[in-house]
């Protein structure tokens, strides 16, 4: 069983900074993708960013340019670095991983809130 769990939420200023930690355990970590997904109040929740086992990332259009998603497999962590944030980036941010030829999302993370307001 693989678990997750997130850190780094805070409250932010719109145009500031912030860096959310991913530590995994319990499971074959490089194998895996990752990903952060969001969800804001009274919405559905969205896929931020995915890196792939290589390394490869993608983001959701509203988030290219400003947010970064890396990962550290010594570490077992994944990172999301979060720059220029507005206040439509407020969610809670979760930490998901999917097993190596699989097609959903199994495991989670209990999220973090990012809160961007002035």
């Known amino acids: 069983q693989v678990q997750l769990v997130e850190s780094g939420g805070a409250l932010v200023q719109p145009g500031g900074s912030l860096r959310l930690s991913c530590a995994a355990s319990?499971?074959?970590?490089?194998?895996?993708?990752m990903g952060w997904f969001r969800q804001a109040p009274g919405k559905e929740r969205e896929s931020v960013a995915t890196i792939t086992s290589d390394s490869s990332p993608y983001y959701v259009d509203s988030v290219k340019g400003r947010f970064t998603i890396s990962r550290e497999n010594a570490k077992n962590t994944v990172l999301l670095q979060m720059n220029s944030l507005k206040p439509e980036d407020t969610a809670v941010y979760y930490c998901a991983a999917m097993r190596r030829g699989g097609s959903t999302w199994a495991f989670w993370g209990q999220g973090t809130l990012v809160t961007v307001s002035s």
């Open positions: 319990g499971g074959a970590f490089s194998s895996y993708r």
